[in-house]
């Protein structure tokens, strides 16, 4: 099933009746008409109609009354239809801020923002790290639901998510430029250090001549076993890189904020550049105002925000919250394994 915007925005009142009063069922059912037939002056103005009744209803700019959120979800979407994307993503974030505490339909909402986001160009890591937030809530719906049909539907509704999800990724990936490599092994360019919490200036830190040979790891004439972190396996490092489209690089880790995911002060990670990661990811990242030097962190996706997670027995060590992707922060990559000393 292809899981678009439209398909998606079905799935809003799956559970309970619209929010709309009668006269805005009936606005927005005529709205949904215009734009499927491209009538942009009728689309602008049943949409000035709508909004405008809404906010007569719920003069509190601050309410976060179900009837305006919805209304301005029909906005978006009569807007989406005709493609005004920009436009669309003004009235569907609005409507996303006021469905905080319904999890259901902000999980929608959120699914429905990340389509848009994918349409829109720049904004492909914004569409991943928000799908990832909506996977995130109708994970905790399933979790938590005692209905077993409503359960089931969660459960197949996330296969379909997750599945749509990663053949975005893969489209993401095959956009990238990568190396034309021959061959199983390679080597890794080895940078500095990274302080597990601050950035590793990957420009300027390149040290020539200290290369890491994928096969056994040697760093500088030590050998390292790389542990996995998907899976906790020992095993020699052997990536074909024809196949893995994103580069590689070594990363020496100062200090103890990730020591409780085994992380220790002194070793080495392998990092997969990329700007994005998945929910539970230790990532390096870019956090403004903070030093020219980046951290490495945890990364989470619950309740519609973005958590950067220390994992560690120093109390100094804080969380740090945000709202979406490239506002505050910048993924500069995942970490793949931990290489610590034979």
């Known amino acids: 099933m292809e899981l678009d915007f439209l398909k998606v925005f079905s799935w809003l009142n799956y559970y309970e009746p619209s929010q709309l009063g009668q006269p805005l069922i009936i606005l927005a059912r005529q709205l949904q008409e215009a734009a499927k037939n491209n009538n942009l002056q009728s689309t602008q103005e049943l949409i000035e109609k709508i909004t405008g009744i809404s906010d007569l209803n719920y003069p509190d700019s601050k309410s976060n009354s179900g009837e305006i959120a919805e209304s301005r979800l029909n906005c978006a979407v009569a807007l989406y239809q005709i493609h005004r994307y920009p436009e669309s993503l003004k009235y569907i974030r609005e409507a996303s801020s006021r469905y905080i505490g319904h999890k259901h339909k902000l999980a929608v909402v ?32 399933y979790d938590h639901t005692q209905n077993g049909k409503r359960a089931n539907q969660y459960k197949e509704w996330l296969q379909v998510q997750r599945s749509f999800m990663d053949k975005k990724l893969i489209e993401k990936k095959k956009s990238i430029p990568h190396p034309n490599l021959d061959g199983s092994l390679g080597l890794f360019r080895l940078f500095t250090e990274i302080p597990v919490g601050k950035d590793p200036g990957l420009e300027n830190h390149y040290l020539n001549g200290n290369d890491v040979l994928v096969q056994i790891l040697i760093i500088n004439g030590v050998k390292y076993k790389i542990v996995y972190l998907k899976d906790q396996i020992s095993n020699v490092v052997q990536l074909n890189l024809n196949q893995k489209i994103m580069n590689y690089i070594i990363l020496r880790v100062i200090g103890d904020s990730m020591n409780g995911e085994g992380i220790d002060d002194g070793n080495y ?68 394994a931990i290489l610590r000393p034979e």
């Open 269 to 336: 990670v392998l990092l997969e550049i990329k700007d994005y990661g998945y929910d539970g990811d230790i990532v390096a990242v870019e956090i403004q105002g903070e030093d020219i030097r980046a951290t490495l962190k945890k990364i989470v996706f619950k309740d519609g925000k973005i958590i950067l997670k220390s994992n560690s027995n120093n109390p100094k060590h804080s969380d740090q919250t945000f709202f979406r992707m490239n506002e505050g922060f910048k993924i500069k990559g995942s970490v793949v």
């Open 110 to 141: 959120e699914w429905m923002l990340g389509c848009l986001y994918w349409n829109i160009e720049g904004y492909d890591d914004d569409a991943l790290s928000t799908w990832g937030r909506s996977i995130d809530l109708f994970q905790n719906l």
